[in-house]
């Protein structure tokens, strides 16, 4: 093709870059659908702020990267591919990191190392190789959008769960009463869950997530 | 019986009716009262009139003992805890209408709960109702302390039944045992409830340590004893291994008189009911052989190389004592988590009893380990098979290559 003749300018918001954001949030989401980036889901799922800024963390980290990688997609030489998508990912890190230590720092005291294990989140680098390396700056940008949207909906809907079940709270706000003075539905005999803040309920509450999704989405049901 | 059968013919509903739905409930009722007349007709198919109901109806009938025991026992401790009796015949009409109050609640609990998600699924996915839960339901109140509070059993039957058993498709695709799975939901959910020295004595949360000790008693039950003999000295419940055998007499554990879980502690009436169920041929005597096999072998290692007071505890007193032989009896021989193969079998009720033991032994955090080991038999049973039927094969082949060369 000649560098006269061009491709006919697509609209920012065509419908395949809608696609880009829509698909990751409920058919290809990146957890549900390809089981990515479950160790955080499993982590820090125990309430739902920290569920918020591990998404926004994942989100700003994800967006930014897609773009740098996605501008440098001609100059990366495909042999060493994996350590440069590695060196920007972790450079990325380290900035949000700093920022949550700055203006959020209980935020990231909790959060601890989880932050920064950000760099071996399977999304992240999986997203570098099958979109940023192919595609071009604002798609990309879309589609880190839209992955890490989609990663966040499954935080939060299991960090409910976990949140006020096994604490009971939402938002750090009591909502059966006071446990340790022992009033509202605590004095009839109710208990918080302890099953529910051990890691292990976070894959039983992605499993009922992939189930719930299975039931109602039937271009998800496999043939066999 | 004619008549009912009539009165239930009619009240078959309609594969166009308004009750279309609810066939499978009535399928289920109807073939809990009759046998199925259906015959086959082609091909040459055998039927047995021992179906699942049946086998199911059998094990619950096996489980009798257990329960009638348990309550009785349960009424017992309760008065022994608040000091009215010692003797173990005292009071028998007190503490047999106390048992009653306290476990009949949890058995009807876990039957309505349990059956009602098993129909819920049944009419949902349209699958004939399968009386897995028979069994399931008689095995949760058994394995729990007597004082669990009744929304508990509730919470935990739905969690077993539908994360245990439906979501891999129902009665006979469990991977694990469901009742384990309740138990093991509220010993992680709720572990004051399941654990400590505040409930395997029905109803002495609030009476003061001083009073209990006053009649001769801790709480706690020989497990939880035992366990102190895991830590330093200083925290040990008796001050060495031949105390505690002397205050917990062997024999006492086996009829049972000891405080536990609603149905564990009567080693006798678990034997009534494994009797009838190795003389009808539901449970495997291969695994409830290699399971005590199992235990014993740890318990004698231990023995053989004590290094702490708990390593030098009687290996036959390990058998009577908590969750072991209802394990054996009753848990470890379900026939659908368990292996498949007779030499798997073996393996895996050898797994199950040896785990059992070690994690008692070793593990001062968790007194006893029949729960988990036999969750953890559960899940390996299928690789067990998996290399047992890969060997067979290559036995076989190698046998067929030595006849052709």
């Known amino acids: 093709m000649s560098e006269n003749v061009k491709a006919p300018k697509e609209p920012l918001f065509s419908k395949k870059n809608k696609k880009l954001v829509s698909e990751p949030l409920n058919d290809n989401n990146p957890v549900t659908i390809q089981v990515l980036g479950i160790c955080s889901a499993l982590a820090i799922t ?28 001609n100059l990366i030489p495909s042999r060493i591919r994996i350590i440069v998508q ?20 209980d935020m990231a005291e909790k959060l601890s190392v989880f932050v920064g294990l950000i760099i071996t989140n399977c999304i992240i680098m999986g997203r570098f190789e099958a979109f940023a390396m192919a595609n071009k700056p604002w798609p990309s940008f879309l589609d880190a959008i839209g992955n890490s949207l989609g990663y966040g909906i499954v935080l939060v809907l299991v960090s409910i769960i976990r949140e006020i079940f096994g604490a009971g709270k939402i938002f750090g706000i009591q909502l059966f009463g006071d446990r340790i003075e022992g009033t509202g539905l605590y004095s009839v005999g109710y208990m918080d869950n302890n099953l529910i803040i051990l890691a292990p309920f976070a894959l ?14 039937k271009a998800l049901i496999e043939d066999h | 019986m004619k008549s009912i059968e ?35 007709n082609k091909g040459a198919h055998i039927r047995d009139g021992i179906d699942l109901k049946r086998t199911m109806f059998m094990v619950v009938t096996a489980l009798i003992p257990c329960l009638l025991f348990g309550i009785y026992n349960t009424g017992h401790w309760h008065y022994v805890a608040t000091g009215e009796t010692t003797e173990y015949m005292d009071m028998f009409g007190d ?20 059956l009602g998600i098993e129909f819920l699924f049944c009419i949902k996915n349209q699958h004939a109702i399968q009386e897995g839960f028979l069994v399931t339901g008689m095995l949760i109140p058994l394995v729990i302390p ?5 929304w508990m059993v509730a919470v935990a039957t739905i969690f077993a039944v539908v994360l245990g058993k439906e979501v891999f498709g129902g009665t006979g695709m469990n991977i694990v045992n469901v009742a384990l799975t309740a138990r093991a939901f509220l010993f992680f959910g709720y572990p004051t409830m399941m654990s400590g020295d505040k409930v395997w004595m029905s109803g002495i949360a609030d009476v003061p340590r001083e009073t209990l000790e006053a009649n001769g008693v801790t709480g706690a039950t020989q497990l939880g004893e035992l366990a102190t003999f895991t830590g330093a000295e200083a925290d040990w419940a008796y001050p060495s291994i031949q105390a505690f055998s002397e205050h917990w007499s062997i024999m ?7 405080p536990g879980s609603v149905g564990e502690t009567s080693t006798l009436a678990i034997l009534l009911g494994a009797a009838l169920l190795l003389y009808t041929g539901i449970a495997s005597w291969r695994i409830m052989f290699s399971f005590v096999a199992g235990g014993l072998f740890v318990g004698f290692l231990a023995n053989a190389f004590a290094v702490n007071e708990y390593m030098m505890l009687d290996p036959l007193h390990h058998m009577v004592i908590g969750g072991f032989a209802f394990g054996a009896v009753f848990m470890i021989t379900d026939p659908v988590t368990a292996s498949q193969t007779n030499t798997g079998k073996f393996i895996y009720g050898f797994l199950g009893g040896a785990l059992s033991i070690t994690i008692r032994v070793f593990n001062g955090a ?28 290559k036995r076989r082949v190698k046998r067929l290559k030595t006849k052709a060369a």
């Open chain 1, 204 to 217: 039983f509450a992605v499993g009922l997530i992939i189930w719930v999704q299975r039931a109602r989405n």
């Open chain 2, 252 to 258: 006492d554990s086996f009829f049972g008189m000891i």
């Open chain 2, 95 to 114: 503490k047999v209408i106390y048992g009653l109050i306290k476990v009949l609640p949890i058995v009807i609990v876990s039957y309505a709960v349990g």
């Open chain 2, 146 to 150: 007597a004082d669990t509070p009744l």
């Open chain 1, 46 to 73: 125990v309430s739902v702020e920290q569920a918020l800024v591990m998404t926004a963390s994942v989100l700003a980290v994800l967006a930014a990267g897609n773009v740098v990688i996605s501008l440098l997609r």
């Open chain 2, 366 to 393: 968790y007194p006893e380990g029949v729960m988990m080991a036999i969750l953890f038999a559960n899940v390996m049973a299928p690789l067990i098979d998996h290399y047992v039927v890969g060997a067979n094969i």
């Open chain 2, 6 to 40: 009539k009165m239930m013919r009619k009240m078959e509903p309609k594969h166009d009716g308004k009750w279309a739905k609810f066939h499978p409930v009535w399928d289920g009722f109807y073939t809990f009262l009759f046998t199925p007349g259906e015959t086959t």
């Open chain 1, 86 to 105: 590695l060196v920007v990912v972790a450079s990325l890190v380290i900035i949000v990191n700093e920022i949550l230590k700055a203006y959020l720092p």
